[in-house]
């Protein structure tokens, strides 16, 4: 194919190298006239070929290594698979290698976002802006020269979230989406969970998004592949670059309630007609599982699969089995071959087992339609899980600062797996007008050693979380169910003191198979699970020690006054409270 002409493009240009014609900086006009910048991956033929694109604002000429070095070491170091069969110097955070897709028949296109890398603009994450851009880009790949006129998405993270956003819309050249560990709850997956306001996204903004703004330019990084300084081409001043990026910390704290500020960003996944590959990670809590579930769960296609993996949740993504998964998905529906595809069991669950040992298993929906929804009530006596609700009257407090209590079950008398969505119900009074509720399902080994998982992030992570503000309990019926309670989160109701409350409390869906002897076990706090062994360093796109729960603390001062949550919660037990963790116990295959 002949190179597609820019005639008097500044910084467009064009080469062949590692077997593949790279276009860098191509200029995408937007509806209203800004021009963002793509690179394109492609074969250097005349033909035709099914484009995989991303779009999003970590920076489409920033390396891998540049601010994800600690990430890319332990992915190469776990997962030899994936530095392997490539020169690497594409690589770039949460996208995939051009290397190892163009060879198989495709167009990569990577965007950078309004605002981001190499494109111009007001910088402002998951709005309505960025949504109609990203259409706008979609509609402009299905119909370039090289383009068989079908796109799909595929990306990690910020560059799953955004498909969700997207498809519901519905470009016409939109043929599927892959979101991997994509949240699409801006209020209850990102901002606050339980109505509890978590510090990551202001970190998160500091780390991996201010240092690759438009116009951070020389101050920043160069293309390791182009020379290119991967925030530029222009240098901006401090003041120009404020100005011209949204306050996101600002914006979060200022809308504690779900109300239209999220609504905007928030999709409607009724409206997903296309072919869905949602693709969740066990150890993801808070920020993402929810959302692939979910995703499967209310898209409307025809077409959905849902996959679940473990560890680290950039890793798997850039392994043989994350590219193979992805492409025989990615053939079925953008290339019209189904050889690989056909037999593609609709939900495959990588199952936990301890040691961070996964089996593959098919199941045909989810949740599991043979799942045993069990009730494990609390017991006063001894502080257990019991299969029968509690006969006499208790009421346990704890200090909110401290470690909370912890409700343990009786040794399994044989394997015992559970999988699926998990909730409680508890009934608590406090000694201020508000409390925090922080939930911990753990397990633990015959010599009460607890075990963990390697996270999304965290490699000390417990089984599962949830967490409610006992201000936001209002539900919303019509959306809840008993093991997926919905909260409103769209007023508050101050506590009185010496009234006792119901509360229903999500935890995330989670799962593992617990061996003979070991015990699982709910912790109620009001603080953040600690790990009890060693912090971790953490990683070098964070700013704190891994201490259980990753960059995901809910230790923001304003959201969280001392004179209202460092308080003393009591837990009510009772016939008439009969407080219980709801677990998904599944029964083996007939």
Not at 109 to 135: K, N
Not at 171 to 196: S, T, V
Not at 374 to 383: A, D, I, V
Not at 575 to 581: E, F, T
Request: net charge negative; proline share 7%; charged share 25%.
């Amino acid at each position: 194919m002949d190179c597609i002409s820019y005639e008097g493009d500044p910084i467009f240009r064009t080469e062949v190298r590692e077997s593949m014609r790279v276009d860098w900086d191509v200029p995408i006009e937007m509806d209203d006239g800004i021009i963002l910048r793509a690179n394109v991956y492609r074969p250097d033929d005349s033909g035709n070929y099914p484009v995989i694109m991303s779009y999003g604002p970590y920076g489409k000429d920033l390396h891998f290594e540049d601010i994800y070095k600690t990430c890319w070491d332990l992915m190469c170091e776990n997962h030899p698979d994936v530095p392997a069969g490539s020169t690497n110097i594409h690589q770039s955070w949460e996208v995939a290698d051009p290397e190892k897709w163009v060879p198989h028949g495709y167009v990569l296109v990577r965007v950078d976002s309004r605002g981001a890398g190499r494109s111009p603009g007001y910088l402002e994450h998951f709005s309505s802006r960025e949504t109609q851009d990203f259409v706008d880009c979609i509609e402009w790949g299905g119909v370039q020269p090289w383009s068989n006129g079908k796109v799909g998405l595929s990306g990690i993270s910020y560059y799953a979230v955004n498909q969700w956003n997207v498809a519901a819309i519905g470009p016409k050249h939109l043929a599927a989406i892959c979101p991997w560990e994509g949240f699409n709850d801006h209020y209850r997956e990102l901002a606050y969970h339980g109505g509890i306001y978590s510090s990551f996204q202001r970190h998160w903004y500091d780390k991996q998004i201010l240092p690759i703004q438009h116009g951070y330019g020389d101050r920043g990084f160069r293309s390791r592949a182009n020379g290119e300084w991967a925030a530029g081409p222009e240098t901006l001043s401090e003041e120009e670059l404020v100005a011209n990026r949204y306050d996101l910390h600002g914006e979060f704290s200022s809308h504690p309630l779900d109300d239209e500020f999220y609504a905007v960003r928030t999709p409607d996944l009724t409206k997903i007609k296309i072919p869905v590959l949602s693709c969740a990670n066990w150890g993801g809590a808070p920020l993402h599982p929810r959302g692939n579930f979910n995703g499967y769960m209310y898209s409307s296609s025809p077409d959905k699969w849902l996959e679940v993996h473990g560890l680290e949740h950039w890793s798997l993504y850039y392994t043989d089995y994350g590219n193979d998964l992805q492409k025989r998905f990615f053939d079925c529906f953008l290339k019209g071959d189904d050889s690989g595809w056909k037999d593609q069991l609709t939900v495959s669950l990588n199952v936990r087992h301890e040691g961070e040992k996964f089996v593959l298993r098919g199941e045909e929906d989810w949740p599991i339609p043979r799942t045993n929804w069990t009730k494990f009530y609390l017991e006063p006596n001894g502080q257990m899980l019991a299969k029968t609700p509690a006969n006499g009257e208790a009421a346990i407090s704890y200090a909110a600062t401290g470690d909370g209590l912890t409700f343990v079950s009786s040794p399994m008398e044989e394997e015992t797996e559970f999988c699926g969505p998990i909730a409680t119900k508890l009934w608590v009074s406090s000694d201020t007008k508000d409390a925090d509720i922080f939930l911990v399902l753990r397990v633990f080994s015959p010599d009460l050693k607890e075990v963990v998982f390697h996270g999304a992030l965290d490699p000390h992570t417990p089984v599962a979380s949830g967490w409610l503000r006992a201000s936001h309990r209002k539900l919303d019926i019509d959306r809840s169910e008993e093991w997926a309670p919905f909260h409103t989160h769209d007023l508050e109701e101050p506590l009185e003191t010496g009234q006792v409350y119901e509360l229903d409390i999500e935890i995330h869906a989670s799962g593992m198979v617990i061996p003979e002897g070991y015990r699982f076990a709910l912790s109620i706090r009001g603080r953040d699970y600690v790990y009890p062994g060693e912090p971790d360093a953490g990683l070098s796109n964070m700013k704190n020690q891994f201490t259980g729960v990753g960059p995901f603390l809910h230790d923001d001062p304003d959201n969280r006054p001392e004179g209202i949550f460092k308080n003393n919660v009591t837990v009510h037990i009772g016939p008439d409270r009969a407080g219980y963790l709801l677990l998904p116990i599944i029964p083996p295959k007939s």
